[in-house]
T-cell receptor
Framework: ETGVTQTPRHLVMGMTNKKSLKCEQH?????MYWYKQSAKKPLELMFV???????ENNSVPSRFSPECPNSSHLFLHLHTLQPEDSALYLC??????????????FGSGTRLTVV | AQSVSQHNHHVILSEAASLELGCNYS??????LFWYVQYPGQHLQLLLK??????LVKGIKGFEAEFIKSKFSFNLRKPSVQWSDTAEYFC????????FGAGTRLTVKP
């Protein structure tokens, strides 16, 4: 275990469904991140939260809606997704944003399939 | 925009062969560089990192990487691979946030 836990591990949803991905970290970190991992593409940084404030949104479609209720929890709410949104969604945390020495700690990801 | 390039998409080696995976970045200032490994079905794990100082960095599991500033490169090496090294390897750079290359899949044949 890395200290970053993601649930569920696998999710299959229809294009009209609403679901949420959850990330929890027990490392006392103050920054949390959502990445999208698709085959043969670089990991795409989606959202950055620092001290519970969203500090970056990398032109992500509004059908993805993040929420950070406290520094230990991060959610990604999904609605009306498209098949091309099928991917592995990774959560990561770091002691603070722009933490350059320690790097990020990653969860195992949620494998999302949109049908 | 800054980017990280990994030129090898899939590398296949036999056990005991030497490994070198390429990584180039496109940013002229101070960079902090990382290599992560992702074993099948597992999370990304930090192999090694370059922050400052000695450009030859040693990491876990016998891996090392060399930062060559003039070539904008941070290649990953291992003298003798094992079957258990079969995984996907990602190079990353932190400027404001961590950005990754597309990854290199390594298959080691027993």
């Amino acid at each position: 275990e890395t200290g970053v836990t993601q649930t569920p591990r696998h999710l299959v949803m229809g294009m009209t469904n609403k679901k949420s991905l959850k990330c929890e970290q027990h490392l006392g970190h103050n920054a949390m991140y959502w990445y999208k991992q698709s085959a043969k593409k670089p990991l795409e940084l989606m959202f950055v939260y620092s001290l519970e404030e969203r500090v970056e949104n990398n032109s992500v479609p509004s059908r993805f809606s993040p929420e950070c209720p406290n520094s230990s929890h991060l959610f990604l709410h999904l609605h009306t997704l498209q098949p091309e949104d099928s991917a592995l969604y990774l959560c990561a945390s770091s002691p603070r944003r722009q933490e350059k020495f320690y790097g990020y700690t990653f969860g195992s990801g949620t494998r999302l399939t949109v049908v | 925009a800054q980017s990280v390039s990994q030129h090898n998409h899939h590398v296949i080696l036999s056990e005991a062969a030497s490994l070198e995976l390429g990584c180039n970045y496109s940013y002229g200032g101070t960079v902090n560089l990382f290599w992560y490994v992702q074993y099948p079905g597992q999370h990304l794990q930090l192999l090694l990192k370059y922050f400052s100082g000695d450009p030859l960095v040693k990491g876990i599991k016998g891996f090392e990487a060399e930062f060559i500033k003039s070539k904008f490169s941070f290649n990953l090496r291992k003298p003798s691979v094992q079957w258990s090294d079969t995984a996907e390897y990602f190079c990353a750079v932190i400027l404001s946030d961590m950005r990754f290359g597309a990854g290199t899949r390594l298959t080691v044949k027993p």
